[in-house]
């Protein structure tokens, strides 16, 4: 691959909102670590390490990420205020009340000795697995959709230094109300039925929020005759076909219809009985095989209404592949985890920037050093996925490197090395020409 000279301008133009994080030589390690994520073939420190032009030993940017003295901290306030600028900027692409939706994914490893990895089932696969498990928070507001936070998840017999242990739902409990208080911009709490709990309703509850989450059947409700679980409940009402109508959700690019009956009921799990949305939904008219079941805290909420705020769920997956195809989520071999958590930090903080696009473009003359503000959401019509941004700032540093070529070559008034240069026949030659001129 090329060597790099210069940063992609998306990764540039964010550098000033990262000085107070980091001393100089860490701002430098920061560009390139979060560069190397978004461009090179192979995320491992060396790999990235050896794509810059005139670069130090792997080992600077490896105490990067696992030893350096720079705040977590500080960062994650910087990442958070990225974020809030970002969003400002693009408030005509983000009209609408935000969701914000939670889920986890399998970070799988093979290395035995890495910090708190362990075995975790892998449903995709249908069984166990050697990896880190990832809880993550993400916001979908207009269209924007962008990772907020995550947290990594630590079985109790990992717990040997007295920390309190902590379940996915108390993680998931503490990103929200860090969101909220970070000022994120949502309106909706949006889960599946994991993250379905009376402590993740009553918090979602007391900060304002509409909380919709996916049920479980056996979830008990009350009827004139008593208690009874939804999938009883359901078959009461099954054969009074009238009560299910059609509602078209938009999941993805397409759309599906399903059959729906919505109803207010008291929930037992709830606050001790609290009154609850429940729409109950099958995905053909005849009303066969298991119905999904949804519920909500808002019970004028209508059934098309909360399963298209529930679809939005597939937005969250949507950067689960993103990340671990196109900037590296997986692809780290830190032993320890702070060196893990860093990385993830900054493979959110790589997504943050190319879904939030660059706030810099070449000036007319095409000189980057000269940097002027532009419409941050411009080029989405053109840049819909995160894997065709990568591909614009692969592009960026490959003109920037051929037109440093050349123009060391006028310099030189050799074509025949600049031919050399751009086949890179020898690229230490090059960079020791380089140092010449």
Not at 148 to 157: A, C, P, Q, T, V
Request: aromatic share 10%; proline share 2%; charged share 25%.
């Amino acid at each position: 691959m090329l060597p790099i000279v210069e940063y992609p301008s998306v990764v540039a133009s964010y550098m000033p909102a990262f000085e107070s994080v980091f001393t100089k030589p860490q701002r430098k390690n920061f560009a390139r670590y979060t560069s190397g994520l978004m461009i090179s073939p192979n995320r491992s420190v060396s790999a990235m390490n050896d794509l810059f032009y005139a670069h130090n030993d792997q080992s600077a940017l490896n105490n990067f990420i696992t030893d350096s003295t720079w705040s977590d901290d500080e960062f994650d306030r910087a990442r958070y205020r990225v974020i809030l600028d970002g969003l400002k900027k693009r408030s005509g692409d983000c009209e609408g009340d935000g969701v914000l939706l939670m889920d986890d994914t399998l970070s799988h490893k093979t290395g035995k000795h890495m910090e708190y990895a362990g075995k975790f089932y892998d449903h995709a696969d249908g069984g166990y697995t050697h990896a880190h498990d990832v809880l993550t928070t993400h916001l979908v507001k207009g269209r924007l959709s962008i990772s907020l936070d995550f947290w990594i998840y630590l079985k109790k017999e990992h717990l040997e230094d007295g920390r309190a242990f902590k379940d996915k739902n108390q993680m998931a409990r503490e990103l929200v109300e860090k969101a909220h208080f970070n000022g994120i911009p949502f309106l909706y709490v949006v889960g599946d039925s994991w993250f379905f709990s009376a402590e993740t309703a009553e918090l979602a509850e007391s900060l304002g929020k509409v909380w919709i989450f996916e049920s479980k059947s056996d979830r008990v409700v009350l009827m004139p005759n008593g208690w009874i679980s939804l999938s009883e409940w359901v078959k009461t009402i099954q054969i009074q076909k009238e009560r299910f109508r059609p509602v078209e959700v938009r999941y993805q690019a397409s759309k599906h219809t399903y059959w729906c009956c919505e109803a207010n009921l008291k929930m037992r799990s709830i606050d001790g009985g609290k009154r609850v949305r429940v729409v109950a939904s099958y995905d053909n008219p005849e009303l066969e095989g298991e119905p999904h079941f949804y519920c909500s805290n808002k019970l004028d909420l209508k059934a098309d209404k909360l399963l298209n705020l529930y679809a939005k769920r597939w937005k969250i997956d949507s950067f689960y592949r993103d990340a671990k195809q196109n900037l590296g989520m997986e692809e780290y071999e830190v032993r320890k985890i702070r060196g893990v958590r860093r990385h993830l930090a900054m493979v959110l903080t790589a997504h943050t920037f190319l879904v939030m696009g660059s706030a810099v473009t070449q000036s007319s003359n095409g000189d980057t050093s000269k940097l002027r503000s532009i419409d941050v959401g411009r080029a989405d019509a053109c840049l819909e996925t995160i894997g065709s941004r990568c591909r614009l700032a692969y592009k960026e540093v490959l003109i920037s490197f051929i037109t440093l070529v050349l123009r060391m070559g006028r310099k030189l008034k050799n074509d025949a090395w600049m031919i050399a240069s751009l086949a890179l026949s020898s690229r230490a030659k090059l960079e020791t020409d380089f140092a010449k001129v």
